[in-house]
C-alpha cells in the first residue's frame, strides 16, 4: 500500500486545447486518450463552476452553473480539481500538475516510459531509468486518481510493468523513490 503525501496530486493532465465563450467551456482531447468518465464533473474558473454537459472521445463541454460568466473567454485559467490549466486562445499555455519540488526532485529527463502508446499486441510498459540502477515503486493511477497497478523495483535501471489488464484510454505512471517523485502519462489503445 502506497500512503500518498497530503500535497502529491495524481490525475491526468491537461487538455491541449481549450475555448470558452463566456457561458461555456469547449476542451478538445486528441482521440483516444482519455474517456468521459474519467473526466471532472465540474471545472472552476476564478469564482464560478461550470459543469459538465456533454461528452465524447475527443471533446467536452462545460455550462456554468454558479457564479459569473467569464469576462475574458480568449484567456482563463480553468481549475479541474489535479491542477490549473492556463489557455489563451485556445492554446495551452501553462499546466500546473506537480509542484515545483516534486518535478526537481529527479533528474525526470533521464526517465523514459514506453511504448506511448500502449497498443494491441504489447501487454508490457517499460520505465527506464537511463544509466542509473535505483530502487522504486512504480504505480499506475487512473486520471482521476485511483491506483490500478503498482510494483516494485530494487536496483534495476528498468521496470517492466503489466499492463494487460487496462482498458484503453490515459493512465499516468508513478516513480516514487521515497523523496523523489516523477509522474508520465501514457495512453492504451488496444
Do not use: W
Amino acid at each position: 500500500m502506497i500512503v500518498l503525501a497530503n500535497t502529491l496530486m495524481f490525475a491526468q493532465s491537461c487538455p491541449p486545447t481549450g475555448f470558452s465563450n463566456g457561458s461555456s467551456l469547449f476542451f478538445f482531447y486528441n482521440t483516444g486518450t482519455s474517456l468521459c468518465e474519467d473526466r471532472p464533473a465540474t471545472v472552476n474558473v476564478d469564482a464560478s463552476v461550470f459543469t459538465l454537459s456533454d461528452c465524447g472521445d475527443a471533446y467536452s463541454v462545460y455550462d456554468l452553473t454558479s457564479g459569473a460568466a467569464l469576462s475574458n473567454p480568449n484567456m482563463f485559467t480553468a481549475d479541474f480539481g489535479y491542477g490549473t490549466c492556463e489557455y489563451t486562445n485556445g492554446n495551452l499555455t501553462n499546466e500546473m500538475l506537480l509542484s515545483v519540488e516534486e518535478f526537481n526532485a529527479m533528474d525526470s529527463t533521464s526517465i523514459k516510459v514506453y511504448p506511448n502508446p500502449v497498443t494491441a499486441g504489447s501487454n508490457n510498459l517499460f520505465v527506464d531509468f537511463g544509466n542509473a540502477n535505483v530502487s522504486v515503486k512504480v504505480s499506475v493511477y487512473t486520471v482521476t486518481g485511483k491506483q490500478v497497478l503498482t510494483t516494485s523495483v530494487d536496483n534495476f535501471s528498468k521496470a517492466t510493468v503489466n499492463v494487460s489488464s487496462l482498458t484503453n484510454g490515459m493512465y499516468l505512471v508513478k516513480i516514487d523513490s521515497g523523496t523523489k517523485t516523477v509522474t508520465r502519462k501514457f495512453v492504451v489503445m488496444k
